[in-house]
T-cell receptor, first 112, second 115 residues
Framework: EDQVTQSPEALRLQEGESSSLNCSYTVSGLRGLFWYRQDPGKGPEFLFTLYSAGEEKEKERLKATLTKKESFLHITAPKPEDSATYLCAVQPLSGGYQKVTFGIGTKLQVIP | EAGVTQFPSHSVIEKGQTVTLRCDPISGHDNLYWYRRVMGKEIKFLLHFVKESKQDESGMPNNRFLAERTGGTYSTLKVQPAELEDSGVYFC?????????????FGEGSWLTVV
């Protein structure tokens, strides 16, 4: 069974204090790994899709990286508006596009 | 471009009542999904449509849940009769579903509370 473990569960940073969120996964062949941002009371907002080990993608202060066992979401010089829950999800090669397994998320709080 | 839209955004119903949730996917997306997140748990898959056909409904909790997708456009998810454990956030999502365009885009969710 596919598994996604995110750590830490919660992270509190000072504004400007860079850090990384971890997503460890177990899947029988990876079709894609997704990162989403979720604000309170909202649906997950798509950030990145990574397809193969070594791939990196960037968006503003966020950079996602992928290895064969885990993905990192690096946050450089975060601002209070980066506060949200960050979700990781994996989509295996076997089965259809619906076979997506989510992690529980990392709740990030950036303090001014 | 409009995103995935869901209605209602919030619903409070009594145990035993019926609730119908609606989802309009992104235009051009053949794949439509329903997911659910109950308090403190991760988002879980419920079912998947390709156009009007159910491809996979292995995540549906029981036969009190019925999903339809008329004409391959919008979808409804009916819960009848609702139980307390059905409370949670029901997310609809859609994707193009091609090899490299398989990113799943989510709606804002329908927050269901059964009392």
């Amino acid at each position: 069974e596919d598994q996604v473990t995110q750590s830490p569960e919660a992270l509190r940073l000072q504004e400007g204090e860079s850090s990384s969120l971890n997503c460890s996964y177990t899947v029988s062949g990876l079709r894609g790994l997704f990162w989403y941002r979720q604000d309170p009371g909202k649906g997950p907002e798509f950030l990145f899709t990574l397809y193969s080990a070594g791939e990196e993608k960037e968006k503003e202060r966020l950079k996602a990286t992928l290895t064969k066992k885990e993905s990192f979401l690096h946050i450089t010089a975060p601002k209070p508006e980066d506060s949200a829950t960050y979700l990781c999800a994996v989509q295996p090669l076997s089965g259809g596009y619906q076979k997506v397994t989510f992690g529980i998320g990392t709740k990030l709080q950036v303090i001014p | 471009e409009a995103g995935v839209t869901q209605f209602p955004s919030h619903s409070v119903i009594e145990k035993g009542q019926t609730v119908t949730l609606r989802c309009d996917p992104i235009s051009g997306h053949d794949n439509l999904y329903w997911y659910r997140r109950v308090m403190g748990k991760e988002i879980k898959f419920l079912l998947h449509f390709v156009k009007e056909s159910k491809q996979d409904e292995s995540g549906m909790p029981n036969n009190r849940f019925l999903a339809e997708r008329t004409g391959g456009t919008y979808s409804t998810l009916k819960v009848q009769p609702a139980e307390l454990e059905d409370s949670g956030v029901y997310f609809c999502a859609s994707s193009q579903g091609t090899v490299r365009r398989n990113t799943i885009y989510f709606g804002e969710g329908s927050w269901l509370t059964v009392v």
